[in-house]
Structures are given as structure tokens and as C-alpha cells.
Nanobody
Framework: QVQLVESGGGLVQPGGSLRLSCTVS???????MAWYRQAPGKQRELVAR???????IYLDSVKGRFTISRDNVKGAVYLQMDSLKPEDTAVYYC???????WGQGTQVTVSS
């Protein structure tokens, strides 16, 4: 299994921005990567996915606000989050796509 460590979460005001980082042990060459999130009382959902060719898809509610990117050489995946809303509050997880074992995630809280 690939080992994933998420970072960059925190408390931010509505309208603010955060950049989440995912450091990956092992290669991510040839592997689709994704960001997921899970809000309290809700199921985990796919937020964004990026293919090996950098094709991206997004959850409709974050489209235009979030941007996923990857650096295969560095072994990292990023999620730039702009215009954050309270409903974006969740624990965010990085993973392969399809998902494998889950890490601890990073907490994102959007509140004034």
C-alpha cells in the first residue's frame, strides 16, 4: 500500500483559502489520485480526482473553487481550496483512486 500523509488543514473564515498537501511514499506514477472529505454525520465523498494525464473531475459543489494538482516526481498531490464555505467543513483525505487504506486526514474548518 502507498502511504499518504495529509497536511494543510486548519481554521479559515468563509471566503478564505487553504492549500492541502498530500505527501506520498512510493510512486504515484500511473496511479489516479483523489481528495475525499467526510463531514460530521455524512458519508465520505469524492471531492476531486486527477488522472495520470492530469485530467480532473470535481464534485459539483466545489467546481470552480477547488483545484487538484499532482507532482509525480515529488510524489505529492495538492488541493487548492478557494472561496471556502462553512459547508466545506470536513476532514479531508488524500488517496489513490480507487481508494485503498485511509490515513488520518486533515481537518478543515470554515467558520467566522
Amino acid at each position: 500500500q502507498v502511504q499518504l500523509v495529509e497536511s494543510g488543514g486548519g481554521l479559515v473564515q468563509p471566503g478564505g483559502s487553504l492549500r492541502l498537501s498530500c505527501t506520498v511514499s512510493g510512486t504515484i506514477f500511473g496511479i489516479y489520485m483523489a481528495w475525499y472529505r467526510q463531514a460530521p454525520g455524512k458519508q465520505r465523498e469524492l471531492v476531486a480526482r486527477i488522472t495520470t494525464g492530469s485530467t480532473t473531475i470535481y464534485l459539483d459543489s466545489v467546481k470552480g473553487r477547488f483545484t487538484i494538482s499532482r507532482d509525480n516526481v515529488k510524489g505529492a498531490v495538492y488541493l487548492q481550496m478557494d472561496s471556502l464555505k462553512p459547508e466545506d467543513t470536513a476532514v479531508y483525505y488524500c488517496n489513490e483512486y480507487p481508494s485503498t487504506s485511509w490515513g488520518q486526514g486533515t481537518q478543515v474548518t470554515v467558520s467566522s
